[in-house]
């Protein structure tokens, strides 16, 4: 029987159906990532930074890195979320002095998102941070280990969009 058709045993005696346990999976993977890197933030000195505050400046900070211009547009894409929600972690690093929007002459409704030098300063420790609770991640696995994951989940992503 080919294995979309098929449930994988648990070991329980019941069966689980592949999609949710891979969307389960996911998600538990993501939200343990997250609560790790909140309880690491908390013990530094960027404890006021969520992980997804952390991942958002990482990305601000690569595409400046790169001389990309930034746009709210972007972050909702990359990130997969919400105007609002996009608006609200913005709005949140504004305050803190972590970015700065600028108009763009051409269009003012467009609103490029700067990084600030105190950005660029604790990007150091969030880079640290984040390498830390990665190498936790995959503590114990091999290199192969880890290839074949991320083989297999691309396979897996390529096979949804078919």
């Known amino acids: 029987m080919p294995i979309e058709n098929r449930s994988l045993p648990n070991g329980l005696g019941k069966e689980i159906r592949m999609g949710p346990y ?15 890197l909140d309880q690491e933030f908390a013990s530094c000195a960027e404890g006021r930074l969520t992980a997804v505050q ?5 990305y601000l900070n690569y595409q400046f890195e790169l001389g990309n211009a930034v746009y709210q ?3 909702e894409q990359e990130f997969h979320i919400q105007r609002s ?15 700065r929007r600028e108009c763009e002459e051409k ?24 390498a830390g ?9 091999s ?11 691309q396979r897996m992503i390529r096979n949804l969009e078919e």
Do not use: C, N, P, W
């Open 143 to 153: 290199e192969e280990e880890i290839q074949t994951y991320i083989e297999l989940t």
């Open 85 to 99: 929600t996009a608006t609200g972690i913005l709005k949140l690093l504004e305050q803190r002095g972590a970015i």
């Open 73 to 75: 547009k972007d972050i």
């Open 133 to 141: 609770v990665e190498k936790k991640l995959v503590r114990g696995l």
């Open 107 to 130: 269009d003012a409704r467009m609103k490029r998102i700067i990084v600030t030098e105190q950005a660029r300063q604790a990007k150091k420790k969030v880079d640290s941070t984040i």
């Open 54 to 58: 952390a991942h958002v400046m990482g």
């Open 22 to 36: 891979v969307r389960h999976l996911s998600k538990s993977i993501r939200l343990t990532i997250d609560e790790a």
